[in-house]
T-cell receptor, first 118, second 114 residues
Framework: DAGVIQSPRHEVTEMGQEVTLRCKPI?????LFWYRQTMMRGLELLIY????????DSGMPEDRFSAKMPNASFSTLKIQPSEPRDSAVYFC????????????????FGPGTRLTVL | GESVGLHLPTLSVQEGDNSIINCAYS??????FIWYKQESGKGPQFIID?????DKRQGQRVTVLLNKTVKHLSLQIAATQPGDSAVYFC?????????????FGRGTSLIVHP
């Protein structure tokens, strides 16, 4: 398995533009997570899905951010419109199904997308 | 305005020494903890986890100790190798009605000198 695949690896855009980040989880994993990492705030969970259904999006910073998972092998994180403070590395991770009884399913992280908003 | 980068705490050790990385967590109700390793340019990688009903757990060359009294977690790496050089950070997961909401520490940079 190639692991979690993210694209693009780097994105440079101008303020106000729409940005779409993509993720392909590991085949057979039923939970998918989007994280954001910055030097100022560290690593933050934005949203996670179980079986393609969003379970908790309380980490999504504001309405400019949206995430979808149309099927088990693909997810997107969209920022519209983008702002300079959105500049960060965005990670996608996947795991076997995460439940309150099975929190210890190891998450496998992708390589991340480094987003720069000018 | 331009953001200022923060410097992570750094631990420098010689190859072959044992390393101890510490983490203070915030929520006394947290019942699950994970240590991650993040190499430059890569995503975090799971190292070892521990539940709150344990105070020690061992893996291959790594040991995690949990002190719930003082809300402290440590990661011990035996016979540290240059390949262990990375940023290490802990995550705490509090009980949240079945939802998974982790809080991550800021991380410690481990530098291993050959």
């Amino acid at each position: 398995d190639a692991g979690v695949i993210q694209s693009p690896r780097h994105e440079v855009t101008e303020m106000g533009q729409e940005v779409t980040l993509r993720c392909k989880p590991i085949s057979g994993h039923n939970s998918l997570f989007w994280y954001r990492q910055t030097m100022m705030r560290g690593l933050e969970l934005l949203i996670y899905f179980n079986n393609n259904v969003p379970i908790d999006d309380s980490g999504m910073p504001e309405d400019r951010f949206s995430a979808k998972m149309p099927n088990a092998s693909f997810s997107t994180l969209k920022i519209q419109p983008s702002e300079p403070r959105d500049s960060a590395v965005y990670f996608c991770a996947s795991s076997l199904l995460l439940t309150s009884d099975r929190l210890n399913n190891e998450q496998f992280f992708g390589p991340g997308t480094r987003l720069t908003v000018l | 305005g331009e953001s200022v980068g923060l410097h992570l705490p750094t631990l420098s050790v010689q190859e072959g020494d044992n390393s101890i990385i510490n983490c203070a967590y915030s929520n006394s109700a947290s019942d699950y903890f994970i240590w991650y390793k993040q190499e430059s340019g890569k995503g975090p990688q799971f190292i070892i986890d521990i539940r709150s009903n344990m105070d020690k757990r061992q893996g291959q060359r790594v040991t995690v100790l949990l002190n719930k009294t003082v809300k402290h977690l440590s990661l011990q790496i035996a016979a540290t190798q240059p390949g262990d050089s990375a940023v290490y950070f802990c995550a705490e997961i509090p009980p949240s009605g079945g939802s998974y909401i982790p809080t991550f520490g800021r991380g410690t940079s481990l530098i291993v000198h050959p």
